[in-house]
T-cell receptor, first 110, second 111 residues
Framework: QKEVEQDPGPLSVPEGAIVSLNCTYS??????FMWYRQYSRKGPELLMY????GNKEDGRFTAQVDKSSKYISLFIRDSQPSDSATYLC??????????FGAGTTVTVRA | ETGVTQTPRHLVMGMTNKKSLKCEQH?????MYWYKQSAKKPLELMFV???????ENNSVPSRFSPECPNSSHLFLHLHTLQPEDSALYLC??????????FGSGTRLTVV
């Protein structure tokens, strides 16, 4: 069993739709949860991070963590073509080592 | 380019060549990392340097050899690579566990 599972997609949505991304994990010791966005031919950039369970909102982006289900989600409201990228979830127990999902490729059609 | 700079951006090398990847961070971070990114697979942690000391070597073959001469620079020396080593090699730096800043990567092709 992989430590972090993420559906690779691809996911294609029309402009303005809500994009829903998620990851599941097996290590109950994970405490910090992150979402990275990676554009083509670029390195990943940190989009959002959350600590423990709960929701966090930043503009059009909402990150949710459900530790009881070992499930995290990222929602993108009012999606734009500029949101087309690969989204990577990542998590850590609290040290330097991050465990990543394989990434979900999202295309927002104009 | 600010943040984390990687050179070269693209590299094609034969299996008998020796080459080096370079990473430089301008953020004052105290930890640097090498990751391998292959298609449809999670990022694989290769090496971690904290305060210029290697703290992790994640079962990486000896044909990959890291070097961290100071807190701002990180190298990955490559020799006698295999075609399956073709991938995007990403350098990152951090000051805390969720503050990774990645470079744009080196796209390596082994022929």
């Amino acid at each position: 069993q992989k430590e972090v599972e993420q559906d690779p997609g691809p996911l294609s949505v029309p402009e303005g739709a809500i994009v829903s991304l998620n990851c599941t994990y097996s290590n109950s010791a994970f405490q910090y949860f992150m979402w990275y966005r990676q554009y083509s031919r670029k390195g990943p950039e940190l989009l959002m991070y959350t600590y423990s369970s709960g929701n966090k909102e930043d503009g059009r982006f909402t990150a949710q963590v459900d530790k009881s289900s070992k499930y995290i989600s990222l929602f993108i409201r009012d999606s734009q073509p500029s949101d087309s990228a690969t989204y990577l979830c990542a998590m850590t127990v609290g040290d330097y080592k991050l465990s990543f999902g394989a990434g979900t490729t999202v295309t927002v059609r104009a | 380019e600010t943040g984390v700079t990687q050179t070269p951006r693209h590299l094609v090398m034969g299996m008998t060549n020796k080459k080096s990847l370079k990473c430089e961070q301008h953020l004052g971070h105290n930890a640097m990392y090498w990751y391998k990114q292959s298609a449809k697979k999670p990022l694989e942690l290769m090496f971690v340097y904290s305060l210029e000391e290697r703290v992790e070597n994640n079962s990486v073959p000896s044909r990959f050899s890291p070097e961290c001469p100071n807190s701002s620079h990180l190298f990955l020396h490559l020799h006698t690579l295999q075609p399956e080593d073709s991938a995007l090699y990403l350098c990152a730096s951090s000051q805390d566990m969720y503050g990774y800043t990645f470079g744009s990567g080196t796209r390596l092709t082994v022929v």
